[in-house]
């Protein structure tokens, strides 16, 4: 095994999660008696570039071929998107001339924020949710995004001021022909911005929910320095936001193309003093996780012990981690009670929760109610209880609690 950004073999495990399925691989009632594929999730720490990734790397046509997740049902990663677009808009100065794409498009959420403002877009995604783009008028090339893809786009569209990689850039498994085909395609000005899960709040608050197979890489800002200057690129500002409860916001463009912000060095230097450079750091986080997984277990045993019902909301990616990772099945959590028409009726990844419509969440008024996209908490408890719902709220992060 080998980084995936500088080749290095000089790599540790310092987190085991065992084998799991693939995280967004429900399940159908009548597959409920046949075997399920699962593969090793560990983490390891690269010592010579510093970068945080998986042992084992599943074919992206597994992962993201019938892909259930779409932009759209997520309401915080919306604004995101429509707050990214303003920003882009304003600080690179776009107009009706210029060019946007974005990689890994799904439903084309972000790219719609283009058009107010004249600005032509495109998306590259491979997976189902693209139909509902090409539905809604969004141009969306349906491929995996390589270099032979964007010599292909940029023939038939030209070259792109701005490229958006969100919440894609660590599911790449071949990064060289990902960077080539960006480097491609951009102009001599343009840019390049991926949002990615950050290693430092993934440390900080204990989210090993977000470790699952369609993220192999845990980015830093130390580990992408050397990312893109083995491409001919290199990073020239940064931005820390909220999305998945801490992501980091990279630009990055050719070589002296845009001069680096204070921002940005200041953040190599917090990355340093918390030890992101460290592979003691990386073992303490993986404690922390362990001594979480009893904790949540105890929590959840305790309450089924004095005959409380406990149900699921959502059935994130992230939730299908800790469900699995925490061995808790259906006589835990009776029911994930969800929104999304493509996960109602299914069964979750591994443990086999039935995936049921949000609706039965009120007419059954059980007692707790684990968050599971917890890291939009607040706008979900503010909405189930303007619904009617009447039950206490568990929070599993950054550490396992109750809410009234």
């Known amino acids: 095994m080998r980084c995936f950004i500088c080749g290095s073999q000089k790599l540790t495990k310092f987190l085991d999660l065992g084998h799991q399925p693939p995280s967004d691989a429900f399940i159908q009632a009548v597959d409920l008696d046949k075997p399920e594929i699962s593969y090793p999730l560990s983490l390891y720490f690269c010592g010579s570039c510093f970068l945080v990734q998986l042992s084992y790397a599943v074919d992206p046509k597994v992962l993201f071929s019938d892909y259930v997740y779409t932009s759209g049902m997520n309401n915080s990663l919306k604004a995101n998107f429509e707050e990214l677009v303003y920003k882009v808009v304003r600080r690179f100065q776009l107009g009706s001339n210029d060019f946007a794409i974005d990689i890994g498009s799904n439903d084309g959420t972000l790219l719609a924020n283009y058009r107010s403002y004249g600005v032509r877009a495109l998306g590259i995604d491979p997976s189902s949710a693209t139909s509902i783009a090409i539905k809604n008028g969004i141009p969306t090339v349906i491929d995996f995004f390589n270099e032979k893809v964007a010599a292909r786009v940029n023939k038939k569209y030209g070259q792109a001021k701005i490229i958006t990689a969100t919440n894609v850039f660590a599911h790449v498994p071949n990064l060289t022909t990902f960077i080539r085909g960006i480097k491609k395609l951009l102009t001599s000005d343009g840019v390049f911005i991926s949002e990615s899960g950050y290693l430092l709040d993934l440390i900080k608050k204990n989210q090993y929910d977000s470790i699952y197979h369609e993220h192999l890489r845990y980015y830093s800002v130390l580990s992408l320095i050397t990312l893109f200057k083995k491409s001919g690129l290199e990073i020239f500002d940064v931005e820390r936001i909220g999305t998945h409860n801490g992501s980091i916001r990279v630009f990055a463009g050719r070589l002296g193309a845009h001069p680096k912000t204070k921002v940005f060095n200041d953040l190599v230097r917090l990355e340093k003093q918390c030890g992101l450079d460290r592979l003691k750091t990386m073992r303490q986080f993986a ?118």
């Not at 835990?332 to 949000?358: D, F, M, R, W």
């Not at 209880?385 to 709220?393: N, P």
């Open 287 to 404: 404690k922390r996780a362990l001594e979480h997984r009893r904790s949540f277990q105890s929590m959840l045993s305790a309450l089924k012990n004095k005959g409380k019902s406990v149900v699921g909301i959502g059935a994130p990616a992230k939730g299908n981690t800790l469900l699995n990772s925490c061995h808790i099945g259906p006589d835990t959590i009776n029911y994930l009670a969800e929104k999304s028409k493509l996960k109602i009726g299914l069964y979750s990844p591994g443990v086999h929760i039935p995936v049921v419509a949000e609706k039965k969440l009120f007419k059954d008024q059980p007692d707790y109610a684990v968050i599971l996209s917890w890291n939009i908490a607040d706008e979900l408890m503010h909405k189930l209880k303007y619904q009617g719902f009447k039950g206490k709220f568990i929070i599993p992060f950054p550490e396992p609690i109750i809410k009234y």
